[in-house]
T-cell receptor, first 112, second 115 residues
Framework: KAGVTQTPRYLIKTRGQQVTLSCSPISGHRSVSWYQQTPGQGLQFLFE???????NKGNFPGRFSGRQFSNSRSEMNVSTLELGDSALYLC???????????FGSGTRLTVV | GENVEQHPSTLSVQEGDSAVIKCTYSDSASNYFPWYKQELGKGPQLIID?????GEKKDQRIAVTLNKTAKHFSLHITETQPEDSAVYFC??????????????FGGGTRVLVKP
């Protein structure tokens, strides 16, 4: 079966712009989480959604937001991009809240 | 909040030898401990996980042990092969009903298996 699909794979944006990343979970998975991966900070939790509701939020500024749609697909948005937002953004899905996550291949965001 | 420490940061082993990666966690309420393998250009792949009601779990050449009292867990890879070369991450979370499953990751271990 298809895995977690993230689009686009690569993105280059300019400081001050905003960006929207998309994630399609594995069919039947209702929980979606987002993580940021950087060489300096490692893998850090952004937020988790289940049944269109945000269940958890990490320690990121309000410029980072997300949502989940009724078909479980999710988007995350970063406004007023900063150079430090350059990272690999990973989406992960799970059947429900307390099961193991399957990660997508990520979206590599570069802010210039 | 939870803090996960992972050691070593790099590990070089000869093909056929064993590799051991160790993690410690700070939150005694954590009850779910997955291990992920990440290859270049890919997202982390879940390779094995263990819950706090189990002390050890094995899947072919991979095993994980958990010591709740000491708050540490370890990944053991036996008979290593070149395709085991990757970055491995441990993680911990407190899964609890509607609270969800927020994973706190260790810093990663880069494993190199030399043929």
């Amino acid at each position: 079966k298809a895995g977690v699909t993230q689009t686009p794979r690569y993105l280059i944006k300019t400081r001050g712009q905003q960006v929207t990343l998309s994630c399609s979970p594995i069919s039947g998975h209702r929980s979606v989480s987002w993580y940021q991966q950087t060489p300096g900070q490692g893998l850090q939790f952004l937020f988790e959604y289940f049944s269109e509701t945000q269940r958890n939020k990490g320690n990121f500024p309000g410029r980072f937001s997300g949502r989940q749609f009724s078909n479980s697909r999710s988007e995350m948005n970063v406004s007023t991009l900063e150079l430090g937002d350059s990272a690999l953004y990973l989406c992960a899905s799970s059947i429900t809240l307390n099961y193991g996550y399957t990660f997508g291949s990520g979206t590599r965001l570069t802010v210039v | 909040g939870e803090n996960v420490e992972q050691h070593p940061s790099t590990l070089s082993v000869q093909e056929g030898d064993s590799a051991v990666i160790k993690c410690t966690y700070s939150d005694s309420a954590s009850n779910y401990f997955p291990w992920y393998k990440q290859e270049l250009g890919k997202g982390p792949q879940l390779i094995i996980d263990i819950r706090s009601n189990v002390g050890e779990k094995k899947d072919q050449r991979i095993a994980v042990t958990l010591n709740k009292t000491a708050k540490h867990f370890s990944l053991h890879i036996t008979e290593t092969q070149p395709e085991d070369s990757a970055v491995y991450f441990c993680a911990a979370s407190r899964t609890s009903g509607a609270a969800g499953n927020k994973l706190t990751f260790g810093g990663g271990t880069r494993v190199l298996v030399k043929p």
